[in-house]
């Protein structure tokens, strides 16, 4: 009797899991798998021959200037879009929980860039950076604006920070909003009768009960901005002069243009595992006030 209950039990799981399994198997562990094995070796997709080369790979991603210097602008990348992102969502979040008028439509406003592919994003931002905002510049004496900023390195690196950000900005700000929701009124409203201001109020309360909601605010603007590609490729292409090349961009350059998908593939199990360890120490190290909190 308990050997049937078991077998029904299983052939429940495999019913409604199997497909999950199968399709998580095909599209991940898979093509994970093969592709740690294609970091032990050079092998082209040419000819279909490969050769067992050992670490080499792994060896060759340390000495690969170009590889380490878009692994630093990418960094950088991600620094930025990290600290205007965040607070820029965590202030327009904090001004639409408050009683404003029109706030559905607000949201709705501010969530639709999320919605827009990178490469679309990519291509209206190169329109507007490398023609309507220069047309204006020369319009109405803008000297900020006079030449594309795309032909400048230091110029094209705040391009892409600008349109990362307006993109990912409205879906941190629904984050941020639940958080805030969450924050009991009742503790508010007793802080308020005890004498304490807003920015008090802020700091000691609201702060440290959004925590989770920063977290994961934190958490995917990290991912998001390493693994940045679609934009990188359709804004600036790298350019100019390489200057933009973020690390997401070299790897495919190096494995599909290159035809080098053995040393590709260990740059992209080397990022793998920088970012899932910066993530993770970024989340324990909140994880830790929030417990505080």
């Given at each position: 009797?308990?050997?049937?209950?078991?077998?029904k039990?299983?052939?429940?799981?495999?019913?409604?899991?199997?497909?999950?399994?199968?399709?998580?198997?095909?599209?991940?562990?898979?093509?994970?798998?093969?592709?740690?094995?294609?970091?032990?070796?050079?092998?082209?997709?040419?000819?279909?021959?490969?050769?067992?080369?050992?670490l080499?790979?792994?060896?060759?991603?340390?000495?690969?200037?170009?590889?380490?210097?878009?692994?630093?602008?990418?960094?950088?990348?991600?620094?930025?879009?990290?600290?205007?992102?965040?607070?820029?969502?965590?202030?327009?979040?904090?001004?639409?929980?408050?009683k404003?008028?029109?706030?559905g439509?607000?949201?709705?406003?501010?969530?639709?860039?999320?919605?827009?592919?990178?490469?679309?994003?990519?291509?209206?931002?190169?329109?507007?950076?490398?023609?309507?905002?220069?047309?204006?510049?020369?319009?109405?004496?803008?000297?900020?604006?006079e030449?594309?900023?795309?032909?400048?390195?230091?110029?094209?690196?705040?391009?892409?920070?600008?349109?990362?950000?307006?993109?990912?900005?409205?879906?941190?700000?629904?984050?941020?909003?639940a958080?805030?929701?969450?924050?009991?009124?009742?503790?508010?409203?007793?802080?308020?009768?005890?004498?304490?201001?807003?920015?008090?109020?802020?700091?000691?309360?609201?702060?440290?009960?959004?925590?989770?909601?920063?977290?994961?605010?934190?958490?995917?603007?990290?991912?998001?901005?390493?693994?940045?590609?679609?934009?990188?490729?359709?804004?600036?292409?790298?350019?100019?002069?390489?200057?933009?090349?973020?690390?997401?961009?070299?790897i495919?350059?190096?494995?599909?243009?290159?035809?080098?998908?053995?040393?590709?593939?260990?740059?992209?199990?080397?990022?793998?595992?920088?970012?899932?360890?910066?993530?993770?120490?970024?989340?324990?190290?909140?994880?830790?006030?929030?417990?505080?909190?």
């Amino acid at each position: 009797m308990r050997q049937n209950k078991k077998l029904k039990n299983i052939g429940i799981f495999l019913l409604f899991g199997g497909p999950t399994l199968i399709i998580f198997s095909a599209v991940i562990v898979i093509p994970f798998i093969f592709g740690l094995y294609l970091t032990f070796t050079n092998w082209s997709v040419a000819t279909g021959d490969s050769t067992f080369v050992g670490l080499s790979n792994y060896f060759e991603v340390f000495t690969d200037k170009d590889f380490l210097t878009s692994f630093w602008f990418t960094i950088k990348y991600v620094i930025a879009c990290l600290i205007f992102a965040n607070l820029i969502a965590f202030f327009i979040a904090l001004a639409l929980t408050s009683k404003i008028n029109g706030q559905g439509l607000l949201r709705t406003g501010f969530f639709t860039p999320n919605l827009i592919g990178g490469i679309v994003l990519g291509y209206l931002w190169q329109t507007l950076f490398s023609q309507v905002l220069p047309y204006l510049g020369d319009q109405y004496g803008w000297g900020i604006f006079e030449k594309s900023w795309l032909g400048d390195p230091d110029k094209a690196f705040w391009a892409l920070v600008v349109a990362s950000v307006w993109q990912l900005v409205g879906y941190l700000v629904i984050i941020y909003m639940a958080g805030f929701a969450s924050v009991p009124k009742e503790v508010i409203e007793a802080s308020s009768i005890d004498g304490a201001n807003y920015f008090q109020i802020l700091r000691k309360i609201i702060l440290p009960l959004t925590i989770p909601s920063i977290i994961i605010c934190f958490f995917l603007t990290i991912t998001r901005a390493f693994l940045a590609y679609d934009i990188n490729l359709s804004l600036t292409d790298g350019g100019p002069y390489n200057s933009t090349e973020m690390v997401s961009y070299h790897i495919v350059q190096k494995a599909f243009l290159s035809n080098d998908y053995g040393a590709g593939q260990a740059q992209a199990i080397v990022l793998f595992m920088a970012v899932a360890l910066i993530a993770i120490t970024q989340t324990y190290i909140l994880k830790k006030r929030e417990v505080e909190a």
